[in-house]
């Protein structure tokens, strides 16, 4: 799969894992709250390693940099809501709002950015999107793990 599909893809399981939560019970939530940082964890990861700096030949800087700072913020909100994730009232405030960012950076995105990169050619990436994938769940592990250090129980 080109990996332009692959991102969409992932932006298109993110909205069902929004969509899940909000017929989920609540005692399936915390365990959801995990999967949704998993999940953006994983695809920030590979856009910030091998689409963005790509990216920055055919779009301009200043829209990339809002996107990092865009990503920056799911990172804070995922923060919170791993920490909150136990507490009923809390965890839907930090969704909601975690929600409306990743809809919006995604909107942008699928805009602005993802069909740019469709014209350049495969190898522009480095890596097969396969590869991509493979090693961007390494740097997503690190960065969960970063998430859990940074949000005491
Ligand atoms: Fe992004
Ligand atoms: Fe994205």
């Known amino acids: 799969m080109n990996l332009i599909d692959v991102l969409i893809q992932q932006h298109r399981d993110a909205e069902a894992l929004f ?19 998993e999940t953006l964890t994983l695809h920030s990861a590979i856009e910030e390693r091998w689409v963005y700096p790509v990216a920055r030949s055919v779009v301009d800087g200043p829209r990339i940099d809002f996107a990092v700072e865009e990503h920056g913020e799911m990172t804070q909100l995922l923060s919170e809501l791993l920490r909150v994730r136990h507490d009923a009232r809390r965890r839907e405030s930090t969704v909601r709002q975690l929600e409306a960012v990743v809809a919006q950076h995604m909107t942008e995105e699928e805009r602005e950015v993802l069909p740019r990169l469709r014209k350049m050619d495969a190898s522009a990436f480095g890596l097969s999107s396969d590869e991509i994938v493979r090693s961007a769940s390494d740097a997503r592990k690190e960065a969960m793990r970063q998430l859990e250090v940074s949000t005491p129980p």
């Open 19 to 37: 969509e899940a939560w909000r017929h989920a019970p609540d005692e399936e939530k915390p365990e959801l709250s995990l999967l949704l940082a």
